[in-house]
């Protein structure tokens, strides 16, 4: 597809246990980026990758947190031993570059038992 | 607080009123963010602002940024069914070089035909 893709859109989990959510960028977009969005905190950044590399991993909430991208392209974020404020939707971004455009998926909703 | 204030939290119109949504940052603004959700989508970029007094169009949304206010308005004008949905301002509040974004807590639009 045309758009930046994330899988799954829902992932219903019980308390403790781990999770992977999965983001596809648009081809070509060097840039890409996770977001949390929540009903308390808002729209909160999380990491931000460059190719590979995370330059700037300091929205990450915990070290429960983990992201890693691999191939320039798909990025998993990863979180262990989920809490339930962890709850919210995930939604990864891409961008070619800077240019003040960040293209977002659509997200992947979180619940956490 | 947050940095980045938005009001008002919700609005209600009547189709072809005009309308303004307001966003003002309590620290310096390096770059501000229009973007567009609907429910359960995505972000949609609007549009970009980086200097003072600028100001843009797109179709029948206008924006600016009176930098020494450190604020920014989004003005619609004949509103239409079709620009419901939650307005959030973005902005780079750290003079990064790429997306990383504090937003607003966003802007619920609601138009009745």
């Known amino acids: 597809g045309a758009g930046v893709s994330q899988s799954p859109s829902n992932k219903v989990t019980e308390k403790g246990k781990d999770v992977e959510l999965r983001c596809d960028p648009i081809s070509g977009h060097t840039a890409l980026y996770w977001y949390r969005q929540s009903l308390g905190q808002g729209l909160e950044f999380l990491i931000y990758f460059q190719g590979n590399s995370a330059p700037d991993k300091s929205g990450l909430p915990s070290d429960r947190f983990s992201a890693e991208r691999t191939g320039g392209s798909v990025s998993t974020l990863t979180i262990q031993r989920t809490q339930q404020e962890d709850s919210a939707v995930y939604l990864c971004?891409?961008?070619?570059?800077?240019?003040?455009?960040?293209?977002f998926g659509e997200g992947s909703r979180l619940t956490v038992l | 607080s947050q940095e980045l204030e938005q009001s008002p939290q919700s609005l209600i119109v009547q189709e072809g009123k005009n309308l303004t949504i307001n966003c003002t940052s309590s620290?310096?603004?390096?770059?501000l963010y229009w973007y567009k959700q609907k429910y359960g989508e995505g972000l949609i970029f609007l549009m970009m602002?980086?200097?003072?007094?600028e100001e843009k169009s797109h179709e029948k949304i206008t924006a600016k940024l009176d930098e020494k206010k450190q604020q920014s308005s989004l003005h619609i004008t004949a509103s239409q069914p079709s620009h419901a949905g939650i307005y959030l301002c973005g902005a780079d509040l750290g003079g990064t070089s790429y997306g990383k974004l504090t937003f607003g807590q966003g802007t619920i639009l609601t138009v009745h035909p």
């Open positions: 602002l980086q200097k003072g007094g």
């Open positions: 620290k310096t603004l390096y770059g």
């Open positions: 971004a891409s961008s070619p570059g800077w240019t003040g455009e960040l293209f």
